[in-house]
């Protein structure tokens, strides 16, 4: 089946859900629920899966953009979420995404504040997670293993340093997705291939255990879909329909530097952070010249907001942190923008949010099933649970060898930067800017026209707001968005 997500797919498939009792209903459209969505449809059972906004419209566009192998849950003596993220980061990086997903270097600089038995005790976390990674299967040509290198190659890696007392730096490999809202996209167009019906802008209003009643927030018609079970894999806002669930909420803020700040680092950093153990910030180049910096953990007070706000306090504290390891630090408006992100940590009482587990669950409560806790990189064992547990009597999951849209480890006839974000998909993007030369017009950042009329045409988009805040990364930083709004409006009114 077609794989493309747009209006008129939408419109049918609104039509065909309300005449028809499918297997499962997902609501959510994050990366766990599209995984759910995705897992069940490829095991041949039929599929809706509603957003009351667009894909990955909550956390799942605010992470870290890390595929990690979860050498913090070692430290915390969490043996089995550390080996369930590395098996999951091996998937990713070898069978099912590898063009979304790569091996990224980092190093933790060797300051004075890091003492040598600090640096001992970290190296031996980082031998720890290397063997995790050979036991996950992963090979090391593929994510080579951690060194230590000179203050010289140190400061060639990361120009920025401060050299003064620099005694080299600790170089550990992890993986990182090129954009993680678009690897939601992937997923959920490869549950689209397998005939899910992918319904954005469909708010769930109730649940029950044979279905919800559902709101099209386009025109304001309410409906019910009927299925045989329910997933709720709505994240933070898992308990406004499932009131028995609890979470505690925690936010992580992440900075976006202008292209040029850092002097042009050729690896990502992790810094630590003062008086935490364990605990580092993170400094992640991108391929368009920005950089993110992250991520802070702090407990959400309040009511859950749709799209939550970066305080300025946050902002602080991680130029405070990146600070401490350069020679001059950063400065406030040298900050592009910033934006956080929402963790739906399991309430387990008191305690920091920080060190509450990222282990996820899958709860039952009357008749419907939540999946909650757990982290990017382990969306899709996270939406394999969910399925199980909804559908016992299903056939197993396939998605651990199931590529997803645009996978490919061949040679594809296309700019790099193409290739990196839609796979073998990119000369078919191409295509449309030989077909219409006009679309080859850069919009910010690299970004083409084509690559909008592509998400309007085949990644769903339906707004603005789809397309430079999700299907591109351009409404990080407001002036980039405004600039290349005018753009975005004519790709959603072209044929």
């Known amino acids: 089946m077609n794989s493309s997500l747009n209006a008129g797919r939408r419109a049918r498939e609104l039509r065909e859900v309300r005449d028809v009792v499918v297997d499962v209903l997902v609501v959510g459209l994050g990366a766990t629920g599209a995984g759910a969505a995705l897992d069940a449809a490829s095991r041949g059972l039929s599929v809706a899966a509603v957003d009351a906004h667009d894909l990955a419209f909550g956390t799942s566009r605010w992470s870290s953009k890390l595929i990690h192998g979860g050498l913090r849950y070692l430290a915390k003596g969490q043996v089995g979420v550390a080996h369930e993220s590395a098996a999951e980061r091996g998937i990713l990086l070898r069978r099912t995404a590898p063009h979304l997903v790569s091996a990224q270097p980092y190093l933790l600089p060797l300051t004075p ?39 010289e190659r140190a400061l060639a890696l990361v120009p920025s340093l401060r050299p003064y007392g620099l005694r080299g730096a600790l170089l550990s490999w992890d993986g990182r997705v090129v954009d993680d809202a678009r690897l939601v996209v992937a997923v959920a167009r490869t549950a689209a291939a397998h005939g899910a019906r992918i319904l ?48 505690r909420p925690s936010r992580g803020t992440h900075l976006v530097l202008r292209p040029g700040a850092l002097g042009g680092p050729r690896a990502g950093m992790h810094v630590p952070i003062p008086g935490e153990r364990n605990r580092f910030a ?14 802070t953990d702090e407990p959400l007070e309040g009511a859950v907001p749709d799209v939550p706000e970066a305080p300025e306090a946050d902002v602080a504290f991680l130029l405070d942190v990146l600070g401490s390891v350069l020679a001059e630090p950063v400065r406030r408006e040298e900050v592009a923008g910033a934006f956080a992100g929402l963790r739906p940590l399991i309430d387990a009482g008191d305690g920091r949010t920080a060190d509450v587990s990222r282990r996820h669950a899958v709860l039952r409560s009357g008749g419907v099933v939540t999946v909650v806790g757990g982290k990017l990189t382990t969306y ?19 998605t651990a060898r199931l590529p997803l849209v645009g996978a490919t480890t061949s040679a594809v006839n296309a700019p790099r930067r193409l290739v990196e974000r839609y796979g073998a998909e990119a000369e078919a993007v191409q295509d449309l800017m030989r077909e219409d030369p006009a679309l080859a017009e850069p919009v910010a950042l690299g970004v083409t026209r084509a690559e909008l009329v592509w998400a309007v045409r085949h990644e769903g988009a339906l707004d603005a707001g789809d397309l430079l805040d999700r299907r591109t990364r351009i409404g990080l930083v407001p002036e980039d968005r405004a600039a290349a709004l005018p753009a975005a409006e004519a790709a959603l009114a072209a044929p």
């Open 113 to 151: 504040s890091v003492t040598p038995a600090q640096a001992a005790t970290v190296m031996a976390g980082y031998r720890l997670g290397d063997a995790l990674r050979a036991g996950a299967g992963t090979p090391r040509p593929t994510l080579p293993g951690p060194s230590r290198v000179t203050p």
């Open 200 to 247: 954005t802008r469909c708010r769930a209003l109730s649940l029950s255990e044979d279905g919800a009643q559902v709101r099209d927030e386009l025109t304001g018609a309410e409906f019910g879909i009927r299925a045989r079970a329910v997933v709720n894999a709505t994240g933070v806002w898992a308990g406004q329909l499932v009131p028995s669930v609890r979470l």
């Open 380 to 398: 899709r064992r996270m939406a394999e649970d969910a399925v199980d547990a909804a559908c016992p009597h299903a056939r197993p999951s396939r």
């Open 282 to 295: 993170l400094v992640l180049p991108q391929a368009d010249g920005r950089i993110y910096v992250g991520l």
